[in-house]
């Protein structure tokens, strides 16, 4: 089973800057597409930005050109570097395989962002 970390969440002002960082267990983290996906309160959760083991990414229209999402294979780690952040950025963060291994979500780290 995969077990994923997630940290570096937080409170910021409007047009801040936060790092998020996931480390994940396993020895094939190379191999996987990972994504950063968030929940906001009262909205279902949803895909923010992933990474391919190639290193192509996908962004969600929402957060392009503000956010960047880059992984270390030697650190088993992914993170999501969110610049200029918005109110509208307010949630938990979540960071898990694509497509999301179910039984792998941890409790992610909750980013909040205020006027």
């Known amino acids: 089973q995969v077990q994923l970390v997630e940290s570096g969440g937080g409170l910021v002002q409007a047009g801040g800057s936060l790092r998020l960082s996931c480390t994940a267990s396993?020895?094939?983290?190379?191999?996987?597409?990972m994504g950063w996906f968030r929940q906001a309160p009262g909205k279902d959760r949803e895909l923010a930005a992933r990474?391919?083991?190639?290193?192509?990414?996908y962004y969600a229209d929402s957060v392009k050109g503000r956010f960047t999402i880059s992984r270390d294979n030697a650190k088993n780690t992914v993170y999501l570097q969110m610049n200029n952040l918005k109110v509208e950025d307010t949630a938990v963060y979540y960071c898990?395989?694509?497509?999301?291994?179910?039984?792998?979500w941890g409790q992610g780290t909750q980013v909040t962002v205020s006027s």
């Open positions: 898990n395989t694509h497509p999301p291994n179910v039984s792998s």
């Open positions: 396993g020895r094939t983290f190379s191999t996987w597409t």
């Open positions: 990474i391919t083991w190639r290193g192509n990414t």
